[in-house]
């Protein structure tokens, strides 16, 4: 008798070895085992007649042998030449056998055959089928149900891998599986035993279609789960946060009310929305944690100001943390022009100070005389201490670890309200899975008098037509853009390189000022660069995708950018909410290396039909999948057994929905289902 709480190791005939494989692949137990789901099935369950096969279909066959013959090619083939009753013909052929297949496959003989159906020179073919000569008593290939193929690991092989899900199967019938969502569903779904014996072994009925359904809610029941699992977990940090003490900030508006009368502009309602959002948030006694998403240009920067206004009125400390010196320094200038007419002192921090403006920097911080502190990782480093830190601004979230955020936090005067933003837009299924512990404010409308970048794709040996826009561009006085994607030549990437591309358009441009900026020069280098360009005194700036994100050139009216085929939606369309943020209309040249992939020229297409960053977020989860666009720190949620946030996202209204109820119940079934599918106890079942 076995209990699916088993370490595999305990099924007679499974040793060592194969444990260690099962193990790299997460199975530890006989209750893995039921969650390794086949990935396909076979249908052997009827004999198909030959009029009926198609090419390309995996059939079962019963058909008699005519004759066989080995033909002596270079590889040497068995050819076994099949017919029915009304002399329809198949070919079986093996590229690999013995003389005892040759000796037993005789004339007259009774076969039956399970392969894929291919088409030859001479009609219907199988390669190296599946076969039982049923005439001599061998055993029938008729199955009751579907056949299972699983997904396998080195040196494990199907068979194996059915008898071991099988005896798990047969221990699951005897067992008291926990079925957390049994009375949650009101049996609007199938048991968990149901589910998990179907997927494994779907039965055959009359009709194919009903299984194909009864398939589907049942791998649909486990999906829920599995979502539901990671949301828990997700929701469950965040109800401890609310239970955290955080300060509370008192709302003011003296500062608020003396900004909105400078700003010269009105905010929009998604920005006043937002904004309320927050105030809703820090004026509560528990800490703040939203995530504030918008498309490029929608105008974040001037929301986290009014969060840092009501710190500041509160006599706290805001800290912005930004990724990249450049775009922290962008910060400094953007935040300053809002921050300095109301007084409020601004410090900066970055790694590359030098010994005595970092020093000057870290007593402006840990007196209290900076009230508003920008600045890169080094912010968190152990030597910054802040007087009463109230209030973290993270820019570019997805580009900063989940430690790396707490080392700030942990900074902070009691726990600190945070505000975390990204200027890429989130699909919904991902900000629901993936960032369920955040609340999300979104910021879904242009400030008025943006207008949309017409976005053109070109061939690179168009060249020259680019070379002339150029030119026209910089006699209107507007500015420039060219973005490569490498600093040094490539032969392999077949990439322009930015130093090249440099000194190609300082010959073809010489009239124009034309300058490179790239991530591999120092600090000081790179922000004069950039002074030079906001101040007009550069009218082409050649670039690596350092300047992707918080560059902010209203002048600039044109984007180039080389090799667009290397890049990903979302990193394409960064760069292009370069431009467009001045009164003229904006131009965006998509440059490609011929010929083209199918799924680049997808990405290009997308890009110049719209300039939705949600639309294109959603497009660029459907290429790209989960993972690459979350990096590594909730690899997680990419990494699912069962579930698939492209394909199962329809599903996470159910899923939000059963995870709140969830919240209702004892701690011990909130774990029971959060364990089954995130925190396996790897250690415990590699002792046994």
Not at 284 to 299: F, T, W, Y
Request: hydrophobic share 40%; charged share 20%.
């Amino acid at each position: 008798m076995y209990e699916l709480s088993d370490s595999i190791i305990s099924i007679n005939g499974l040793g060592p070895k194969a444990q260690e494989k099962l193990n790299a692949i997460g199975i530890y137990n006989l209750e893995h085992l039921l969650f390794h789901l086949p990935h396909r099935y076979q249908n052997k369950t009827k004999i198909t007649k030959l009029n009926q096969a198609q090419v390309g279909d995996e059939i079962l066959v019963e058909l008699t042998i005519d004759r066989t013959e080995e033909v002596p090619t270079r590889q040497r083939q068995l050819l076994c030449y099949l017919s029915d009753n009304d002399n329809r013909t198949l070919l079986l052929r093996f590229f690999h056998f013995n003389q005892y297949q040759k000796q037993n496959l005789t004339r007259g003989e009774t076969i039956q055959c399970f392969g894929e159906m291919k088409i030859g020179r001479d009609g219907l073919e199988m390669h190296h089928p599946e076969y039982r000569l049923i005439s001599k008593g061998q055993t029938n290939l008729l199955e009751k149900t579907l056949s299972p193929i699983y997904p396998l690991t080195a040196n494990i092989h199907q068979a194996q891998l059915k008898k071991w899900i099988d005896i798990a199967l047969e221990t699951l019938q005897k067992s008291d599986l926990i079925d957390n969502f049994e009375n949650l569903s009101k049996n609007s779904m199938p048991t968990l035993k149901q589910a998990l014996n179907t997927l494994h072994h779907p039965q055959i009925n009359e009709n194919i279609d009903q299984i194909a359904d009864f398939k589907h809610i049942s791998q649909q029941r486990l999906i829920i789960e599995e979502l539901c699992a990671h949301q828990l977990s997700l929701l469950k940090l965040k109800n401890e946060r609310k239970h955290k003490i955080s300060n509370i900030f008192e709302l003011k508006t003296q500062l608020s009310d003396q900004l909105l009368n400078d700003l010269g502009f009105k905010l929009t309602n998604a920005q006043r929305r937002s904004i309320d959002e927050i105030n809703t948030d820090i004026s509560s006694p528990h800490p703040m944690l939203r995530l504030l998403q918008g498309d490029v240009g929608s105008g974040k920067t001037i929301v986290a100001v009014f969060a840092c206004l009501q710190a500041v009125e509160n006599s706290f400390q805001a800290a912005i943390m930004a990724p990249t010196e450049i775009l922290a320094a962008q910060h400094l200038q953007g935040f300053s022009n809002y921050l300095a007419p109301l007084g409020i002192d601004v410090a900066f921090l970055t790694g590359s100070q030098n010994t005595s403006q970092r020093a000057e920097q870290l007593n402006k911080i840990k007196s209290g005389q900076a009230q508003v502190i920008i600045g890169t990782h080094a912010l968190f480093q152990e030597a910054v201490t802040f007087n009463k830190l109230g209030l973290v601004v993270i820019d570019e979230q997805h580009k900063f670890g989940v430690h790396q955020r707490l080392s700030l936090a942990q900074k902070a005067h009691n726990t600190p309200h945070q505000l975390v933003m990204t200027a890429t837009p989130i699909p919904r299924s991902l900000t629901m899975s993936a960032y369920a512990d955040l609340d999300s404010s979104i910021i879904d409308e242009l400030p008025p008098g943006r207008k949309p970048v017409k976005t053109i794709a070109i061939s690179a040996d168009r060249k020259n037509e680019v070379i002339k826009k150029i030119k026209q561009v910089c006699n209107d006085n507007n500015q420039v853009y060219w973005v490569c994607t490498l600093i040094e030549e490539s032969e392999v990437l077949r990439a322009e390189s930015a130093i090249n591309t440099h000194h190609y358009l300082q010959e073809n441009l010489p009239n124009l000022s034309v300058v490179l900026i790239h991530g591999k020069m120092n600090k000081d280098e790179k922000s004069e660069i950039m002074r030079q360009f906001s101040a007009n005194k550069i009218d082409v700036l050649v670039a690596t995708t350092v300047i992707e994100v918080g560059v902010n050139v209203p002048n600039a009216s044109l984007m180039v950018i080389e090799n667009s085929e290397r890049l990903g939606l979302a990193q394409l369309h960064q760069l292009r909410g370069r431009v467009g943020r001045g009164a003229d209309a904006s131009i965006c040249i998509l440059m490609y290396q011929t010929p083209l992939s199918a799924n680049a020229t997808e990405r290009l297409d997308i890009l110049r039909q719209t300039n939705d960053g949600f639309a294109i977020a959603q497009k660029d989860l459907e290429l790209r999948g989960p993972g690459e666009i979350l990096g590594t720190q909730q690899t997680g949620i990419a990494d699912m057994k069962i579930a698939n946030i492209v394909r199962d996202g329809y599903l996470m209204n159910q899923v939000r929905y059963y995870s709140e109820h969830f919240l209702q119940l004892d701690e011990n079934r909130q774990q029971s289902l959060i364990t089954r599918w995130i925190t396996d106890d790897k250690t415990q079942y590699a002792n046994t």
